[in-house]
Nanobody, 111 residues
Framework: QVQLVESGGGSVQPGGSLRLSCAASGSVSVANGMNWYRQASGKQREWVGRIMSGGSVYYDDSVKGRFTISRDNAKNTVYLQMNNLKPEDTAVYYC?????WGQGTQVTVSS
């Protein structure tokens, strides 16, 4: 069974950090690339960034310089390191292969 499982979400104060994980299983290999998306309450899901098969990484301007995507092919896991978090980063975060979505993990940034 193909699965993507996100973890690492939680509640932090503005300026804090979190690291999200996206563990893949089944026929999915993170070495082929992965996207991160997020969806705030009442808003459309939006793209956050992606890591390509070759290792290049791209980010939305809203997170550039604060978020970092990386992966561990041996663990078949992709990470989203989020620093200097802002209240507007509050959302459910999802990883997405291009076909398969994970279940999401909630990130709340509030003082």
């Amino acid at each position: 069974q193909v699965q993507l499982v996100e973890s690492g979400g939680g509640s932090v104060q503005p300026g804090g950090s979190l690291r999200l994980s996206c563990a893949a299983s089944g026929s999915v290999s993170v070495a082929n690339g992965m996207n991160w998306y997020r969806q705030a309450s009442g808003k459309q899901r939006e793209w956050v960034g992606r890591i390509m098969s070759g290792g290049s990484v791209y980010y939305d301007d809203s997170v550039k310089g604060r978020f970092t995507i990386s992966r561990d092919n041996a663990k078949n896991t992709v990470y989203l390191q989020m620093n200097n978090l802002k209240p507007e980063d509050t959302a459910v975060y999802y990883c997405f292969t291009g076909i398969i979505w994970g279940q999401g993990t909630q990130v709340t940034v509030s003082s």
